[in-house]
Every structure is written in structure tokens, then in C-alpha cells.
């Protein structure tokens, strides 16, 4: 509600960032679990997940000053990803294809399954093979190119700043092909930007979120790069026998690709990621607060690094009306697991709120970090077949397994609840926890890089 077309006022923001290191290199990533049901705790024996998985108890070695262990829903390790993908549909060659950007970095994760061989297809691209967790080919797809002169790098830490700077330039390079929406303000005046690629008034509408929680910054970059790609190859494109631009014509992809800058930028430039001297000061609550409850034991910066709410403290994907009640909550704001208030009570939330209410949907995605899963079901969802099938769709490309999910409050939870349902997933990409380093980022947009063409075929079939 209340869009306003872009009006190319994005420069004023472009802060500089540069002398913040690129830290990923220096945390020492652990393994462990980060599902929609997180890990609630940062000190002591967490219990995370609940879900279906190989429950591969994890040490979650943190370095510093904590002991904790994880019991994580899914095994971190690579060789047990390696079994999963099981739940693709269709049949067939196992393999990666169009892995434009396999580097040598590609096979790092992979474990046994390597699928150096490209199904039969003629449209299909070379490249080493990406595994660690098997994708089942699907035949034909057509993106065998690489986007030339790319306004959006690979970064490890992908900033606020950086991204609206790539949208301005995206919208410039494409006009005509994308349409920017101001769909909201946070906290700390950052403006929440949808990005609508496609006819506007197409009869079929999908939703592509990402940063919903801080730390997850890798989700941004990936959808800011999928929405590049598309754009790119909007007129010379296929998928799967269609062409792009008859594709777009009927679907209009929304990508709301930051929903929690604030989040974020806490987490990758700590507490000057914050502006308002009000909210800083609010942050600094929560580290005490966590403190003092034993929620945490780590010194403030690092504690910041995996900040998950948004600017004050709030977890936006459990502020959500899915039996928001029975949320598991902090008691008080804090880097994580506090619901809020009440439901939609934190702007990014509403933004998200607003615009799924504005219009009917066909399908939506959430993008999450990590685990190589997706959520499709929750209890009294009214789209479960058509989730189910979603779910498969995108299973089928991406090697992702299924899974419940067994918290409360989430988007997805209540899309699929919702007046109105539509049929939704919560895509949990990468196989460490976060913030998850650079390196992770060639798997996880082998394996993700289509996922919006695959979704938008979906709507056209439903
Ligand atoms: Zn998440």
C-alpha cells in the first residue's frame, strides 16, 4: 500500500562501508542448525529444529566463549546432504546444468555425488559439477549464458547501500522490464523496495522474499542476482520450451529482495549499522537483556554479527498472525526469537503484510539460511496440495528436500492460513550457519539461479 513509484533517490543513501572487513573469513562458521525455528539460544545446549531430518547431533564449535551444542534437524556435514533430494519428482539424470558460475570453489561441499554429466539436453552448459546434494535435471532450460558487464557482484557482505545502488542502475539498464515500489520504511528510514519484473498488470502474480532475518544477508544477493539474470535474458530466454518473454508477459514476478535492512546491516557493520541514536541504544538493551538471562555470553560485536530481528529487536518471521500466540518468544526484544507485541506490529512486517493483501497471489517464496530444505506445510494450511506440488516443482531444481515446519508466526505459515491462501514455501539455502561466507554462495545460486522461471511456470500451470 502506499507505493510510490521509484523516483531515483537512491544516492543519497550510499554510505560508505568500505572499511568494514569482510568477516565471514574471520568467524569461524560453525555448523549447525538455522531454520524458520532457529536456534533459540546462543549459550547452553540448544535444541533447534524439530523437523523430519537425519538429526546429525552437531558441535557447534563457535569458537570463543561458549561450549553450546546443536542438535540440528539437518546434518551439516557433506556427505549427508548427499543423501537427501529425495523428494524431487521426476526422475531421471542426476546432474547439475548451466552452471554459469562453477568455479573452482564448486566442489568443495561435494561428497560422493558429483554431477559433472549434463543430462542430454542440447540448451544445457558445461561447467564443473555442483553436488553435495543431487538435482535432478528436468530437461531443456534455457539459461546456458552468463550475464555480461553484471551490475550486481558477489560480495561477501552484501550491503543496503550496495543493493539500492544496484537497483537504481538495474531499473536504468532495463526500463521497461522492471517496475520499483517503495512498499515501506523501517525503523531506521530505510526504504523496503519491491521490484516487479514483468507486465504489471499480468494476469498471474508470484512473490520472491529474501532478508527477512539479519543474518541471512547471502538471501538478498542471490535474489538480486536472480532478478538480474531474468532481466538479462527477459527477450533472448527460454525455460523449459517457453520463451521468457511470453513468460513475463503472463507472470509478474514481485522481488522484495531486503526485507529487514536494519537487521542486516547490524549484522554486517555492527552497532553503526544503526543511525538513530534511539535505536542504537535499544540494541545495546538487548545485548543486556541477553546477558543478564544467560541468553548469551559473547562480547557485544560479535553477538551483533548474528543479529537475526529486525532494527528493535523484533524476529520479523515470527510477528506474523499464524497462531501468533503460541509463538516460542523471548520475553524481551533481543538479536532473536522475540515475536513482538503483537501481530504485523513492526513495519517491515506490514510492508510484507500490505502487499500480499493487496492482490491475489499464485505462489510465494521465502528465502531463508541454511540448511538446504524446504518448508512447504503448516498445520491448517488450506493450499496443502498445491504447496505440496510447489514444493516438489522446486525440489525437482534445486536438490532441496522437504520438510514440515513445526513453529508459528512465520510468513509462510500465514499465507497458507490466510483469507485468500497462497500456496507457499520457505527455501532454506546453504549448508552452514550464518553468516555464512562467501564461498557458500556458487552452490547455493547453482542450485537457486532458476528457481524464479521454475516458479513462474508453475503459476502459468496452476
Ligand atoms: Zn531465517
Redesign the pocket.
Known amino acids: 500500500m502506499n507505493k510510490k513509484v521509484f523516483a531515483g533517490v537512491l544516492t543519497a543513501v550510499m554510505a560508505v562501508s568500505s572499511s568494514f572487513m569482510s568477516y565471514a573469513d574471520s568467524v569461524g562458521v560453525a555448523p549447525g542448525q ?1 531454520s ?1 525455528e ?1 536456534i533459540t539460544a546462543i549459550s547452553g545446549v540448544v535444541t533447534a529444529g524439530g523437523t523430519d531430518s537425519q538429526g546429525g547431533a552437531v558441535t557447534a564449535g563457535e569458537g570463543s566463549n561458549q561450549g553450546s551444542t546443536v542438535t540440528a534437524g539437518e546434518a551439516s556435514s557433506p556427505s549427508a546432504a548427499v543423501t537427501a533430494g529425495g523428494n524431487a519428482s521426476s526422475g531421471g539424470t542426476v546432474t547439475v546444468g548451466g552452471s554459469q558460475n562453477a568455479g573452482p570453489m564448486a566442489s568443495q561441499t561435494s561428497s560422493g555425488v558429483v554431477g559433472a554429466g549434463l543430462a542430454g539436453s542440447s540448451m544445457g552448459s558445461g561447467g564443473p559439477g555442483v553436488s553435495g546434494i543431487s538435482q535432478v535435471s528436468r530437461g531443456v532450460d534455457g539459461f546456458a549464458g552468463t550475464v555480461q558487464n553484471p551490475i550486481v557482484t558477489v560480495t561477501g557482505t552484501y550491503t543496503y547501500d550496495q543493493m539500492s545502488q544496484d537497483i537504481q542502475e538495474l531499473s536504468s539498464r532495463y526500463s521497461g522490464k522492471m517496475q520499483v515500489n517503495t512498499i515501506g520504511t523501517t525503523h531506521d528510514g530505510r526504504s523496503l523496495y519491491e521490484i516487479i519484473v514483468g507486465n504489471p498488470s499480468a494476469e498471474k502474480h508470484v512473490l520472491i522474499h529474501a532478508g ?2 539479519a543474518r ?1 544477508y547471502m538471501t538478498p544477493l542471490l535474489v538480486m542476482k536472480q532478478m538480474e539474470y531474468g532481466l538479462y535474458f527477459y527477450n533472448s530466454g527460454s525455460f523449459e520450451g517457453r520463451s521468457l518473454s511470453d513468460m513475463f508477459n503472463q507472470v509478474a514476478v514481485h522481488f522484495v529482495p531486503m526485507v529487514n535492512p536494519d537487521g542486516i546491516s547490524i549484522s554486517q557493520k555492527g552497532i553503526n549499522g544503526i543511525r538513530s541514536g534511539a535505536l542504537q541504544e535499544s540494541v545495546r538493551q538487548c545485548y543486556n537483556n541477553d546477558v543478564s538471562s544467560g541468553r548469551t555470553s559473547m562480547a557485544f560485536e560479535r553477538y551483533l554479527q548474528y543479529w ?1 530481528a529486525n532494527g528493535r529487536g523484533v524476529d520479523l ?1 515470527q510477528n506474523f498472525p499464524a497462531n501468533w500466540e503460541q509463538v516460542t518468544s523471548a520475553s524481551f526484544p533481543s538479536y532473536a526469537t522475540y515475536k513482538g507485541q503483537g501481530p504485523v506490529s513492526e513495519p517491515e512486517s506490514q510492508a510484507l503484510y500490505n502487499l500480499m493483501d493487496s492482490r491475489s497471489w499464485s505462489a510465494a517464496i521465502s528465502y ?2 541454511m540448511g538446504n530444505i524446504i518448508y512447504w506445510d503448516y498445520t491448517g494450511n488450506t493450499v496443502y496440495d498445491q504447496s505440496l506440488d510447489l514444493a516438489n516443482a522446486i525440489s525437482a531444481r534445486t536438490g532441496y528436500r522437504l520438510a514440515g515446519s513445526s513453529g508459528h508466526g512465520g510468513f509462510k505459515d500465514w499465507l497458507q492460513i490466510k483469507e485468500g491462501p497462497v500456496p507457499s514455501l520457505t527455501l ?1 539455502v546453504g549448508s552452514v550457519s550464518c553468516p555464512m561466507p562467501v564461498t557458500e554462495f556458487t552452490d547455493v545460486w547453482n542450485r537457486n539461479k532458476d528457481v524464479w522461471a521454475a516458479l513462474m511456470k508453475w503459476a502459468m500451470e496452476h
Do not use: G, R
Request: net charge negative.
Open positions: 538455522n524458520p532457529e527477512i532475518h541471512e537475526k518471521n531463508h539460511s532454506e
